[in-house]
């Protein structure tokens, strides 16, 4: 028996998987791929069973793609998922799992800043029951102090706030089981949170403490403002704390506006001071008109969810693949090339 927080858990020992997956978004990383290669065909002679690497193109300009299909071309085990354009990194890594086989399934970066060789401790908790083993950061090597700072107040804001099952100082890199992997796949929300959305869905999981290496090279693709971004998406997917926030707000502002209306007649009544000046009403305006806007800005951010998830666009369309079997995946996915190859053998047999 071991513990997640105060519930016991009941774990299952189960034996090494048949198969095993890592999905990895690529963007960009011309760099990084000659390294990534060596390190995963290093790691696959000390794995206890077979490896798929599902690779991931989201629309890199670079010569990434033609890369991973000169891999894939030299290595069975390097499969291929090309999309037509960049759809972000919790999409490319959505377009993955959902074109993963394996028993089990590893998510990681292809910068190598997350060191394949923790999969094989990985895989440890894996066998001891485990449905979810994630990587847990000690430390950070190569980031600034900046980003540091800001990324341990993102997790004590949504651990208190917003998400409190979220575990601290983990990012994407994590070992699934199959049962999570598909249970994952009938979450189809289009702003994708998906490190929240692995812990929402429960099972057994347990951390493996790493410490967090320097990209081997290239530039981040994470600049301030996608952290930013990513940050606000993640509250607003799993919390309307945001519009409750702006409620309290507004009774605040109204009991401010309250008790300046009682000060006001009181000096206008008993001091018979009716002389007004342009400040007050200014600074009242100015506070009661912007706690408005701000009000309205977080309400239309959430307006503007709605609209996108009621629109059903896909989460990712594919263009190409490479060394994949074509099966069927969950909705809003879209394999376009398979979609035109089926329309092409139609158009065939109705000529004939």
């Known amino acids: 028996m071991s513990s997640l927080g105060d519930k016991p858990i009941y774990l299952c020992p189960r034996p090494n998987p048949k198969l095993l997956s890592l999905v990895i978004p690529i963007f960009d990383e ?17 794995l206890p069973c077979l490896v798929e690497w599902i690779l991931v193109n989201d629309g890199s300009k670079d010569l990434s793609r033609e890369m991973l299909f000169q891999w894939a071309k030299a290595d069975q085990r390097a499969k291929v998922v090309d999309l037509a354009r960049n759809f972000g990194h919790q999409a490319a890594i959505t377009a993955g799992l959902d074109h993963s086989i394996g028993d089990a399934v590893v998510i990681m970066d292809a910068d190598l800043q997350d060191p394949p060789e ?18 847990q950061r000690i430390k ?44 994952l796949g009938y979450l189809r929300e289009g702003q994708r949170f998906l490190r ?17 290496l320097s990209r081997v090279a290239g530039k981040t693709k994470y600049p301030f403002y996608k952290m930013v971004k990513f940050a606000w998406e993640a509250i607003l997917s799993f919390s309307s704390i945001p519009l409750k926030a702006a409620m309290i707000l507004g009774v605040l502002v109204f009991f401010f506006g309250v008790s300046y209306g009682v000060y006001a007649t009181i000096k206008a009544l008993v001091y018979q001071d009716v002389v007004r000046g342009w400040t007050s009403i200014i600074i009242l305006q100015s506070i009661i008109g912007g706690t408005i806007l701000l009000c309205l800005g977080v309400i239309g951010e959430y307006v503007g969810r709605i609209y996108e998830e009621i629109k059903q666009r896909p989460i990712y369309i594919v263009k190409d693949c490479a060394n994949l079997a074509i099966k069927s995946i969950p909705g809003r996915g879209v394999l376009a090339f398979n979609e035109y190859i089926n329309e092409q053998k139609s158009i065939e047999k109705h000529s004939r």
């Open 30 to 46: 011309e760099e990084a791929l000659p390294h990534l290669r060596k390190s995963l065909e290093s790691l696959a002679n000390k």
């Open 140 to 183: 950070r090597q190569g980031e600034s102090l900046f980003k540091i700072v800001t990324a341990k107040a993102f997790y004590w804001i949504m651990s208190k706030f917003i998400h409190k099952q979220l575990p601290p100082d983990t990012g994407d890199f994590r070992l699934m089981s199959r049962p999570v992997v598909i249970s």
């Open 196 to 212: 929240g959305m692995i812990s929402w869905v429960g099972f057994s999981q347990t951390a493996v403490p790493f410490e967090r």
């Open 118 to 135: 923790l999969i094989l401790e990985m895989l440890v908790k894996y066998c001891e029951g485990y449905d979810v083993v994630f990587a």
